[in-house]
C-alpha cells in the first residue's frame, strides 16, 4: 500500500502568512494527489485535484504543486476562514490512502 | 451538486453487524464511483472502500478487507456498506463520497456513527 506522509502536523500561522504544507507518498503516484479541507464537525471538502487543478468555487490563494513523490499545497494570504485541518490523499492505485493531517492553527 | 444523505449507524457491541445506507440525489447515479470515508473521533480521514459506476469493480482497506462489502442499489439511488465482525476499531464517523473521473471525492454526506462497544 502507498503510504502518505504530511508535514507538519501543526501549522501555527497568523492572517496574511503564507503557508506550505507538504506530503509525500512512499512510491510514485504520479500526479494523482488531492487535497481537501475539513473543519470540525463537518465533511471534509475538496480543493485540489490531479495535485494542481483547482476545484470550482474554491479561491485562487490556495494551490498545489508536484509530481512524483512530493506534492505541497500553498496558501498565499491566510484568511480567517482558512484555519482548519487539511488532508492529502492519493488515489493512483488502491487502496487509496490519505496523509495524516496537518492542522492549521490561528498563532 | 449531488446530495448524499448516510444513514443506519448506530451502537453495536463488538462481533455485531450494520448496514450503513447512502441516498443519492440526482439521476446521474450510475455516472460514477463512490467511496466510503471513515473518520475515529479526534483522527484523521481513512479510505475504506470503492464501487464502480456499473458496480462491477469494489475495492477495500486492508482493515476491512473481508468483513466489509460495499454495493449499490440503481433503482433506489442507493450506496450499502454492510458491515459485520465489527470491532472496537471501525468505531467512527462513516461518510460516502461521489468519485467523479477526475479522482477528487468532490460531494461528501454529512457522515453517520458508529459506535461499536459493549
Known amino acids: 500500500d502507498i503510504q502518505m506522509t504530511q508535514s507538519p502536523s501543526t501549522l501555527s500561522a497568523s492572517v496574511g502568512d503564507r503557508v506550505t504544507i507538504t506530503c509525500r507518498a512512499s512510491q510514485s503516484i504520479v500526479g494523482w494527489l488531492a487535497w481537501y479541507q475539513q473543519k470540525p464537525g463537518k465533511a471534509p471538502k475538496v480543493l485540489i485535484h490531479?495535485?494542481?487543478s483547482l476545484e470550482s468555487g474554491v479561491p485562487s490563494r490556495f494551490s498545489g504543486s508536484g509530481s512524483g513523490t512530493e506534492f505541497t499545497l500553498t496558501i498565499s494570504s491566510l484568511q480567517p476562514d482558512d484555519f482548519a485541518t487539511y488532508y492529502c490523499r492519493q488515489y493512483d492505485s488502491y487502496p487509496y490512502t490519505f496523509g495524516q493531517g496537518t492542522k492549521l492553527e490561528i498563532k | 451538486e449531488v446530495q448524499l444523505l448516510e444513514s443506519g449507524g448506530g451502537l453495536v457491541q463488538p462481533g455485531g453487524s450494520l448496514r450503513l445506507s447512502c441516498a443519492a440525489s440526482?439521476?446521474?447515479?450510475?455516472?460514477?464511483?463512490m467511496s466510503w470515508v471513515r473518520q475515529a473521533p479526534g483522527k484523521g480521514l481513512e479510505w475504506v472502500s470503492a464501487?464502480?459506476?456499473?458496480?462491477?469493480?469494489?475495492y477495500y482497506a486492508d482493515s476491512v478487507k473481508g468483513r466489509f462489502t460495499i454495493s449499490r442499489d440503481y433503482s433506489k439511488n442507493t450506496l450499502y456498506l454492510q458491515m459485520i465482525s465489527l470491532r472496537a476499531e471501525d468505531s467512527a464517523v462513516y461518510y460516502c463520497?461521489?468519485?467523479?473521473?477526475?479522482?477528487?471525492?468532490?460531494?461528501w454526506g454529512q457522515g453517520t456513527l458508529v459506535t461499536v462497544s459493549s
Open positions: 464501487i464502480s459506476g456499473s458496480g462491477s469493480a469494489t
Open positions: 463520497a461521489k468519485d467523479p473521473p477526475n479522482g477528487s471525492l468532490d460531494n
Open positions: 440526482g439521476p446521474t447515479f450510475s455516472s460514477y464511483a
Open positions: 490531479k495535485a494542481s
